[in-house]
């Protein structure tokens, strides 16, 4: 039997797991679905995203969005809205740890990710995708989490956003976020 949870007005739970296609998303997807959540799989690249919701299985359903593009967010919004009626759960994963030119070795997007070297341009892309998409996305899907009795938004992040865990001398990666 197909475990389900049930909401304060009689439907399935529904979430929206940001960055699901791939690596903690995708496991986050797979958990919510086996706990009888109807998931929408986000992907920038429909076709990565429909690939990961076939793979998750039934409750799983892709959908097309991108964090730094507001029409794709409400777009999404309005399709969680009329198949489903409410948000449950938002899980913001999506997150990039660099921009520019791919193919750089880890030490060479490190020097280019400095505060003393870094292009104007890629600092940006960083935050507009790990900070203003985080906010875009709650604000627009706000409503539809407002529609259940218990909404619930998550955000992930990884070690690197941890100022504490950087500025430890015995941290691997703090001689990455040195100014000099």
């Avoid at 086996?34 to 892709?62: F, P, W």
């Avoid at 539809?144 to 941290?171: E, H, M, Q």
């Amino acid at each position: 039997m197909e475990n389900t949870i049930e909401t304060s007005t009689g439907g399935q739970s529904v979430a929206l797991v940001i960055g699901a296609n791939q690596g903690v998303g995708f496991q986050i997807a797979k958990a919510l679905t086996a706990n009888g959540y109807k998931v929408y799989v986000e992907s920038r690249n429909l076709d990565n995203g429909e690939n990961a919701a076939a793979e998750i299985g039934t409750n799983a359903q892709a959908i097309h969005l991108d964090v730094t593009e507001q029409s794709t967010i409400k777009a999404a919004l309005e399709r969680i809205g009329k198949e489903s009626g409410h948000l449950n759960l938002l899980v913001n994963n999506a997150a990039i740890s660099h921009a520019g030119k791919p193919g750089r070795t880890l030490e060479e997007m490190m020097e280019d990710g400095r505060a003393t070297t870094a292009a104007l341009e890629e600092v940006r892309a960083v935050w507009e995708t790990n900070v203003f998409g985080v906010i875009s996305v709650t604000q627009i899907m706000l409503p539809l989490l407002r529609k259940s009795s218990a909404g619930r938004i998550v955000n992930v992040s990884s070690g690197l956003g941890s100022l504490t865990w950087v500025s430890d001398p015995a941290c691997w990666a703090r001689a990455h976020f040195n100014v000099v």
